[in-house]
């Protein structure tokens, strides 16, 4: 049985940075694609960034280009998202997902989730 468990989340004002971190549980993490989704209050989840199996490819939404980055740690079974000049626009559920072997930014490919955690970002 895979399980994730995000963490990290909190309340932080505009400008500031959180890092997230997923661990992952079951399974070969080192077989696994990572993903990062979003989702605010009354609209759909969104991609924010993925990250390779072996952590040679990343990809990032436009909308966090440049503040966030997205990292692995195949030895401790982890991927963190570090989240950088954070803006209110930011406020979501941030989701950590994990997929067999092929990197995507559409998340119903994504075959295991985590609960979430919650980012709010004040003005």
């Known amino acids: 049985q895979v399980q994730l468990v995000e963490s990290g989340g909190g309340l932080v004002q505009a400008g500031g940075s959180l890092r997230l971190s997923c661990v992952v549980s079951?399974?070969?993490?080192?077989?696994?694609?990572l993903g990062w989704f979003r989702q605010a209050p009354g609209k759909e989840r969104e991609f924010v960034a993925y990250i390779s199996p072996n952590g040679d490819s990343t990809n990032y939404a436009d909308s966090v280009k440049g503040r966030f980055t997205i990292s692995r740690d195949n030895a401790k079974n982890s991927v963190y998202l570090q989240m950088n000049i954070l803006k209110p626009v930011d406020t979501a559920v941030y989701y950590c997902?994990?997929?067999?072997?092929?990197?995507?930014?559409?998340?119903?490919?994504?075959?295991?989730w985590g609960q979430g955690t919650q980012v709010t970002v004040s003005s």
């Open positions: 997902a994990a997929r067999i072997l092929i990197v995507s930014t559409t998340s119903r490919n994504y075959a295991y």
């Open positions: 079951g399974g070969t993490f080192s077989s696994y694609a």
